[in-house]
């Protein structure tokens, strides 16, 4: 291995180690999940009942996806829609992400049509 390369991977480590510093320090018990929701099933049934909602589902920890069918626009005000009705019922914060039904449907992946970071209610 060259010199150069060497210093570049010393480098990199050092950026990492500089890096975690930077990180908050967070105390987790690693048995107890952490919760974000109150109750998933009404979280649910609010998001569902909205007519242009095709499906929803809670991804990673914070996360909530909601799928529609979109001629090319944004969706970003529907996102904070969603946000004002789910927000009584959340622990802590979450992002709403709109995303492409046509495009779930196949298999496309989630095409982000919209998204808002949502705070719980103080």
């Known amino acids: 291995m060259t010199a150069q390369k060497w210093i570049m991977y010393g480098g990199l480590i050092a950026l990492v180690f500089a890096a975690q510093s930077f ?11 952490i919760v974000y929701y109150k109750d998933e099933k009404t979280i649910r049934e609010l998001i569902l009942k909205e ?10 920890p914070g996360w909530v996806y909601v799928s529609m069918y979109t001629k090319g626009e944004r969706k970003d005000g529907f996102a904070e829609y969603i946000c004002l009705n789910i927000q009584p019922h959340l622990l802590g914060d979450v992002y709403v992400k709109i995303v492409d039904h046509k495009d779930v449907l196949q298999n496309k992946g989630f095409t982000e049509i919209g998204l808002v970071k949502c705070k719980k209610n103080k």
């Open 23 to 33: 990180l908050p320090d967070v105390k987790h018990d690693p048995i107890k999940p």
């Open 51 to 60: 007519p242009s909602v095709k499906d929803m589902m809670f991804s990673q």
